[in-house]
């Protein structure tokens, strides 16, 4: 069954697998196998809610098998890389479970994603398939898939979930299910996406064996089971909503996902009375909308027995007001798509679930915590996060020359985050090494909206820093220095912003302030100081606000 490993994949060391594996860890089971047997065990149960729509686990493993067949007949193989950007809607875990079953690897990305970024992924990943929705949001995706083919040089076959115009229709791929022989366990199963801090997103291979792990045992510290009814709010690739335990723990739990098309309480709360839901997980941003709209009292929320909080820092005051204002118990999530994934417990008191941001899931999660200079800091002392252990990755998908800065020689993943560790176990974060911005959840990679910036004819220089926002907690700031032509001063910020949106990038990612200087301040060792420019605009922000 197994077939040749992935190239530019970097599996565990062999001891490793094997301890995960005698551990119980590492099951020996694929996610395809696993909706199989639940369809099994509980076929009539309703396993995705979308709109309208209500799948059984019987319908949801059919149209796995049947899209397997289809996929097939189109000539997606086994290892083939196929770009899934498809928003909260059911197709996403019929394609997903579908190219599971081929051991075709989905490469997640987000329905906020443009041309810059697909192409990327498809050039990048050398995807033979790129799966769409038509619209969504009022987006059209079909125009974003012209631009992509129109760009790129490889043979891209275009899938479309919906009106597919010129392109295939998904719906055209349900075939009679046929024999296929499918992936091992210990095979890739799909690309995730890395936030990023140099340049573009990195693609981080999981394989069945080890997002398995992460997803059940997630389930079980979260009590999922048969009752669970999960609204999926954020998009649903995302690693958080998607494993921490999201949609796949509830599928391996067998209750039920109900997907919101967006996040807000106008959508979501609706369906939270209506599904009578009882778990979500939302970004710290979210989640202090939903505090002050459940204050009106307009919607019964009291099915809601878990609101989970993570991907950027839940500050402790907001944390305080979850259980008396949405009626429900908080849990911190700090997790990455990397691996790691910390939980507030629930036998944790309330000072651990309002200030930390959990301890990790796995006893074989290894967390070191160390100085700049690769050295233990002090018990509760502030240090660099690095992990290991049996589902966080050793490598990113095919870049050697940042793995070999990204991972230590012994194989811990540098989180690029500065946390405190409790005696406990439990983590608190609290601040971040890596050049990244985390706007609410949404990362930013500094350097990324540098080279796009420094592409502007003008542009001289340009250095991108976090700035602090009560809404956000971070938003993007650009420091610029413009080239001494004649004509270039009279350049304005939304002139470069427009740029930006011409090349097609993430709304998220266009920079929230554009800041014109002469220079930068510089480091002792000459390079750009980049905590001074975050200083200065925090300290310009409290002045104005003044
Ligand atoms: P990514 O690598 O893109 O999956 O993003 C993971 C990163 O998000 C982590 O390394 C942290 O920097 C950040 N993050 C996720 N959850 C939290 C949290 N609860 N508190 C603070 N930062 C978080
Ligand atoms: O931010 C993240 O990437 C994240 C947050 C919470 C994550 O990947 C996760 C849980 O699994």
Known sequence: MSTTPLPGFTPWPAEFAARYRASGY??????????????DEHPQREAIVCGQRRWTYAELNRRANQLAAGFTRIGLRAQDRVV????????????????????????????????????????????????????????????????????????????????????????????????????????????????????????????????????????????????????????????????????????????????????????????????????????PPLAMIWLDAAAARQHDLSSLRMLQVGGAKFAAEAASRVQAELGCRLQQVFGMAEGLVNYTRDDDNEEIVTTTQGRPISPDDEVRVLDDEDQPVAPGELGHLLTRGPYTIRGYYLAPEHNARAFTADGFYRTGDLVRQLPSGHLIVDGRAKDQINRGGEKVAAEEIENYLLAHPAVHDAAV??????????????????????????????????????????????????????????????????????????????????
């Open 465 to 546: 820093v976090a700035m602090p926002d009560a809404y956000l907690g971070e938003k993007t700031c650009a420091f610029i220095i413009l080239r001494g032509e004649p004509g270039n001063q009279a350049i304005r910020p939304a002139q470069l912003n427009g740029f930006l949106r011409e090349r097609g990038i993430a709304q998220f990612k266009i920079p929230d302030r554009i800041v014109f200087v002469d220079r930068f301040p510089k480091t002792g060792v000459g390079k750009v100081n980049k905590r001074a420019l975050r200083e200065h605009i925090s300290q310009q922000l409290a002045e104005a606000a003044q």
């Open 26 to 39: 590492w099951t020996g089971q694929t996610f395809g196998a696993l909706l199989q047997q639940r369809a």
């Open 84 to 283: 899934v950007q498809l928003p909260n809607i059911a197709e996403f875990f019929a394609v997903c479970f579908a190219l599971f079953r081929i051991g075709a690897l989905p490469v997640f990305a987000l329905p906020a994603h443009r041309r810059t970024e697909i192409g990327h992924f498809c050039a990048f990943a050398e995807a033979r398939a790129y799966i769409i929705a038509d619209t969504d949001q009022g987006f059209d995706y079909r125009e974003l898939a012209r631009q992509v083919l129109a760009a790129g040089s490889q043979p891209l076959q275009v899938i479309v979930a919906g009106d597919a115009a010129e392109f295939t229709a998904l719906d055209s791929l349900y075939d009679t299910p046929c024999e296929i022989a499918g992936p091992a366990a210990g095979d890739v199963a799909f690309l995730q996406l890395s936030g990023g801090s140099t340049g573009l997103s990195k693609l981080i291979p999981r394989t069945h064996d080890d997002y398995l792990y992460s997803v059940r045992a997630s389930a079980e510290i979260c009590g999922l089971d048969a009752a669970t009814v999960y609204l999926c709010a954020l998009p649903v690739a995302h690693n958080f909503p998607l494993s921490s335990p999201g949609s796949l723990g509830v599928l391996y739990a067998g209750g039920k996902v109900v997907l919101a098309p967006q996040p807000n309480p106008a959508v979501s709360f609706p369906l939270v009375t209506a599904e009578r839901v009882t778990v979500t997980s939302l970004v």
